[in-house]
């Protein structure tokens, strides 16, 4: 993710004041120091605060200075959110650690920065792409497989309609979607016994990787008793989307996809489970990803995630 020099923080500000003395004065040799900050393009006010002259920085991520579509949530509740997300994901597999929380500087969530490469430059170069995915693969596997818990069905479809309504669709289209799910939620395919945490926002720039290891970044949206193949299906509509749009056509990501799922599977019955429920929540990437376009492309993906929904029809 793409960030711009915007400031040098010196003693005396408060808020530099505040990371030195109470968040990570034990990691720095020189407590005068200046900080330089870095600003990035997201959902929030996003900064990297980099120590000058400590080869270390942080991040920090301001709740009540929302710069997307969503205005109207809460702060704190969502600053609270993330830290309880973070430490609980913290615990399983590799994270950017949170460090602190402060709702006095507009709620803010400090984590670790993770330098490395992030899984869209490996999209973008498609190099090393194959085991790339594969680490991520593993990655999301221990995630779900450590934080098993009851399942909540229904909270799967409530989100799918959610993910409609805000592409406010014509009559017909959306009554097609509706027709589909209908049979989507009265067969089994999407009966389970247990849920678990998913990250949830598995877009490529969430995925750092540092000395050779991914890190996970971002568990604002993370869910509880959710459906573990809802994460793959979020990754895998990103891998069509980015070769449709760069590489020239979403088929040339089907050989990473299909890696991609052996990888996360533990054998071949499980793999043929993962490829079997795989279409509902492609679908709902692919949507998710609709509402960032508008024209042809739009009505492409649109037209796509509803190809994936009547797989249904040949189950």
Known sequence: MASRHVDVLSPGDP???WLVEEVVGHRLRNKKCSVNVFKYNSSHTVCRYQFMGENFSVMAKFFAEPTGRLKDYNPHKGMMNEYRNLKKAASVINVAKPLAVNKKFNCVLVTEHIPGKSLAWYFNHEEKLYEKLAAVAHMLRQLHENTKASYNKENEFRNYH????HLKLDHDTRESFNKLLGQW???SLLNREHGCMVHRDVTPSNYIF????????DFESSWFHAHP???LG???AELKNEFELRKGGGWKAEPYIGNFLWEYSIDEKHFKYVTRVLPFFMSIGLLRSARLHQGDYKSYL????YECLKAINYM
């Open 162 to 165: 959610e993910v409609l309504d």
């Open 302 to 305: 649109i037209k796509e995630a």
């Open 15 to 17: 808020f530099r004041d």
């Open 185 to 187: 939620w009265y067969s």
């Open 229 to 231: 193949v809802r994460d």
């Open 210 to 217: 540092c000395k050779g290891k991914p890190y996970a970044l």
């Open 234 to 236: 979020i990754l895998t």
